[in-house]
């Protein structure tokens, strides 16, 4: 029996790896223009390479955890956000800010597009492991 348990669980990984991430492209109305969404890649990148962000409003970690089924935004400017979600309905979810600048960069490349003639990309990228990212435009920010 414990052979079997073993083998479901590398097997199940094997799967997880092969098939990676989704990626599901927004419609171009909802899409982040594109100067901006490379502006949210740097901030990522800089937070990845630096620690974090020092100076009066104190320390932002490399890394970010979020609770069961929430997200929390990672950059929220110039009608862009970018968010992350833990999608496992059980687990505490600890990401670093590599993986966050990965996805924003696979979802950029793959939904790149252009509406009224301006660049613009966004979408959701789903993982196997219950996380998941989404770049939109949002008058919000």
Not at 25 to 32: E, F, K, L
Not at 72 to 79: G, K, M, Q, T, V
Not at 123 to 141: A, L
Request: with cysteine; net charge negative.
């Amino acid at each position: 029996m414990r052979f079997v348990i073993q083998f479901l669980a590398i097997f199940v990984a094997l799967i997880a790896m092969v098939h990676g991430h989704t990626i599901n492209c927004a419609g171009r109305a909802i899409a982040a223009d594109a100067l901006e969404y490379r502006a949210a890649i740097m901030h990522l990148r800089f937070i990845e390479e630096h620690g974090g962000l020092s100076g009066p409003g104190g320390h932002l970690p490399p890394s970010e955890g979020l609770e069961p089924n929430t997200c929390e935004n990672l950059y929220c400017s110039r009608d862009t956000n970018v968010r992350w979600c833990n999608d496992d309905p059980k687990y505490h979810k600890i990401m670093e800010y590599q993986h966050f600048r990965e996805g924003a960069i696979a979802i950029y490349d793959a939904c790149m597009t252009s509406y009224k003639g301006r660049d613009v990309s966004g979408g959701v990228i789903s993982h196997p492991d219950n996380w998941s990212m989404i770049v939109q435009k949002d008058t919000g920010c």
